[in-house]
């Protein structure tokens, strides 16, 4: 149960330590506005724009890992299998972030494929017959 625990708090905090080089980006852009940071995103090219996508799609894929996790504690099917798919989603996560920013695209529409599978055979796993 800790690992998932664990891959829990770390997934809930990849999204914002994906903001990170948005702010990187948005500072090289005339500097960071704070007063209307979304209206500055909108005007990142190269870099910038594929970090600000890396970080919403980092939000966008909290929600099915979010309920994996709800699935396989209400469904009392923490096991090996269900721990393990968790930590390769992060690494999965993980890499998605790190190909969007090198623009490595076809690596990572594979990791992101990856990211999305993994919280579904949580949830398939979870009620699979014990």
């Not at 829990?8 to 852009?29: D, E, G, Q």
């Not at 995103?41 to 996790?69: P, V, Y």
């Amino acid at each position: 149960m800790n690992t998932l625990i664990v891959c829990s708090i770390i997934a809930a905090l990849l999204p914002y330590l994906a903001k990170a080089p948005v702010a990187i980006a948005m500072n090289k852009l005339d500097g960071y506005d704070n007063r209307h940071p979304r209206a500055q995103q909108s005007k990142l090219t190269g870099f910038g724009a594929r970090a600000l996508a890396a970080h919403q799609n980092s939000f966008e894929s909290l929600l099915i890992f979010t309920i994996a996790l709800v699935v396989v504690f209400a469904s009392n099917t923490i096991t090996a299998t269900t721990e393990t798919l968790a930590i390769i989603y992060l690494i999965a996560r993980v890499l998605y972030c790190v190909c969007y920013y090198v623009n490595w695209h076809v690596l990572r529409s594979s990791v992101w494929l990856i990211g999305l599978v993994c919280p579904i055979a949580m949830m398939v796993v979870s009620i699979q017959p014990s």
